[in-house]
C-alpha cells in the first residue's frame, strides 16, 4: 500500500558528494520518522540518519558533519546530502519510514529496495 522510489545513487570518486532521495507514494495517511540505513559488503545493515515529522534529526556518530537528512513534507520525500564521500561509504542504502495508511490507526515501518553508492579511491 505504500512504496518507496530511492534514486540518486551511483559512482562517484573520493571527496565528492551525492544526494539521495526517496519518495513514498500511496495510501498515506501520515508519515512519522524517515531514515536512511546502509549496508556495506560483507557487514550488518546499519543506521545512517533518521527525521522526525518536526524535523528533529539523529545521526550515526561517524558520519556528523558529513551527512545531512532532510525532508519535504508535502511531497512525502526524504533525503540525505553526503559530502566528502571515503571509499568506507561505499555500501546499499537504504530508506526506511514509519507511516500509517489510510484506514489503519497503527504506524508500520516500510523499507526501500536500496540504491547503490560506490565511492573509489
Known amino acids: 500500500q505504500v512504496q518507496l522510489v530511492e534514486s540518486g545513487g551511483g559512482l562517484v570518486q573520493a571527496g565528492e558528494s551525492l544526494r539521495l532521495s526517496c519518495a513514498a507514494s500511496?495510501?498515506?495517511?501520515?508519515?512519522?520518522?524517515m531514515g536512511w540505513y546502509r549496508q556495506a559488503p560483507g557487514k550488518q545493515r546499519e543506521l545512517v540518519a533518521t527525521?522526525?515529522?518536526?524535523?528533529?534529526?539523529n545521526y550515526a556518530d561517524s558520519l556528523k558533519g558529513r551527512f545531512t537528512i532532510s525532508r519535504d513534507n508535502a511531497k512525502n520525500t526524504v533525503y540525505l546530502q553526503m559530502n566528502s564521500l571515503k571509499p568506507e561509504d561505499t555500501a546499499v542504502y537504504y530508506c526506511?519510514?514509519?507511516?500509517?495508511?489510510?484506514?489503519?490507526?497503527?504506524?508500520?515501518?516500510?523499507w526501500g529496495q536500496g540504491t547503490l553508492v560506490i565511492v573509489s579511491s
Open positions: 526506511n519510514v514509519d507511516t500509517r495508511v489510510v484506514g489503519s490507526y497503527t504506524y508500520h515501518e516500510v
Open positions: 500511496g495510501s498515506i495517511f501520515s508519515i512519522n520518522t
Open positions: 527525521i522526525t515529522s518536526g524535523g528533529i534529526t
